[in-house]
């Protein structure tokens, strides 16, 4: 006779094995989760300035980010008939777009379109179409070709740097240029537009991971803690590195949220899971996991490391991630735990740590509302 052994949710159809299926969902925690977006989004409101953007007015991104922290939110209540002041932030976006495609203001050019193209294109309002496309098409020309044109002869070439083609092109801005052509497909092809050369980004993505079988530069780390992991570009590591003491040598250090950003940009370039490079960088996400700081840089960039890893763990729709020790976490559950613990009395997150604008409690906020956005459905 078919047994099934059901863990909190319904039974699946019997096929004469055991079953076990993932628990119901929590619906108490996941209405504080959303508790927490709403109390975020409330002070967000509270910090808008008179022109419509949050925090810095030459530098988009930031009204960028919080505008997707409302559009993201689990009951989609901010996706038609905007409030006066969301209202008020996407003309600003809008008022920063350029006839080139740049959605920018005073500086870091491609960062900045590419976030507020993001943006523009989750709002899915056809008025923003051709500023969408433009800021793709910008994006695609900005990928780097440092050596002989069309040969990928440095290990820059295929990335996207802060600014334009010509300058050197690091994972972080390649990571956001990449997000954004993926999520822009629609409006890019539909459009007939350039098309981004991605043989030649997972050669820049490729160039700046600690595995030696497939990155032969002098910088590449073999020590085991390093390994799969990644750096921020071809010769720099955030982290820093070690020199051997014997032959000079100077190997550079994985971190936590350069490798996330590494395992997304595989990810949206189509690599598989099962791939050697995807499989070295899980391993050493999980060999590193902690919810408690930035591996290998402290508090340092701390929230956008939970930021990314709430994407890319979502993108791989793992419920459960497994642990060096054999371990499985709920890594939804304890990582939007962890940000309701943070959370301060007037809604608001920051760190403590000022590195990379992270004392700042508007672009703060936004990145963990986007978290707990991600978070929320699989909760």
């Known amino acids: ?175 956001i240029a990449l997000e954004a052509i993926y999520r822009t497909r629609p409006t890019g092809e539909a459009n007939g537009g350039p098309r981004l050369n991605w043989e030649a980004a997972i050669h820049f993505v490729q160039s700046c991971q600690n595995l030696p079988e497939r990155n032969s530069q002098p910088w590449v780390s073999d020590a085991p803690e390093d390994r799969g992991g990644f750096i921020y570009m071809p010769g720099e590591s955030k982290a820093g590195g070690t020199t051997n003491a014997v032959t000079g040598r100077v190997a550079l250090r994985s971190y936590g949220s350069i490798s996330y950003a590494g395992l997304l940009s595989y990810l949206y370039a189509d690599l598989a899971p099962e791939d050697a490079r995807v499989a070295a960088v899980l391993d050493w996400l999980r060999d590193n996991y902690t919810l408690e700081e930035n591996p290998a840089m402290g508090q340092e960039g701390y929230y956008y490391y939970l930021q990314l890893m709430t994407k890319a763990l979502t993108a791989l729709n793992r419920d459960r991630l497994e642990l060096k020790d054999g371990t499985a976490v709920d890594w939804r559950r304890a990582l939007a735990m962890r940000l309701i613990n943070l959370q301060k009395p007037d809604g608001s997150w920051v760190n403590g740590n000022g590195r990379w604008w992270e004392n700042d409690p508007v672009l703060v906020t936004a990145y963990a509302i986007i978290s707990l956005d991600h978070l929320h459905p699989g909760l």
């Open 1 to 175: 006779m078919a047994t099934a052994c059901v863990l909190g949710g319904e039974q699946a159809p019997s096929s004469g094995n055991t079953v076990f299926l993932k628990p119901a969902r929590d619906v108490s925690f996941a209405n504080e989760v959303e508790h927490a977006i709403d109390r975020g989004l409330s002070f967000l409101l509270t910090q808008q300035q008179e022109g419509g953007w949050w925090s810095s007015e030459d530098h988009p991104a930031v009204s960028g980010l919080v505008l997707s922290a409302f559009l993201g939110h689990p009951h989609g209540r901010y996706r038609t008939n905007l409030p006066p002041a969301l209202a008020r932030g996407f003309r600003y976006l809008e008022e920063s777009a350029k006839p080139d495609g740049r959605i920018y203001r005073a500086s870091l050019a491609n960062y900045n379109t590419a976030i507020c193209a993001m943006t523009l294109a989750l709002a899915d309002n056809p008025d923003y179409g051709l500023i969408v496309q433009r800021a793709r098409e910008y994006l695609i020309r900005s990928q780097v070709d440092l050596g002989e044109p069309g040969v990928l002869d440095t290990p820059f070439d295929g990335g996207v740097g802060y600014n334009d083609k010509y300058d050197h092109s690091d994972l972080n801005n390649t990571l």
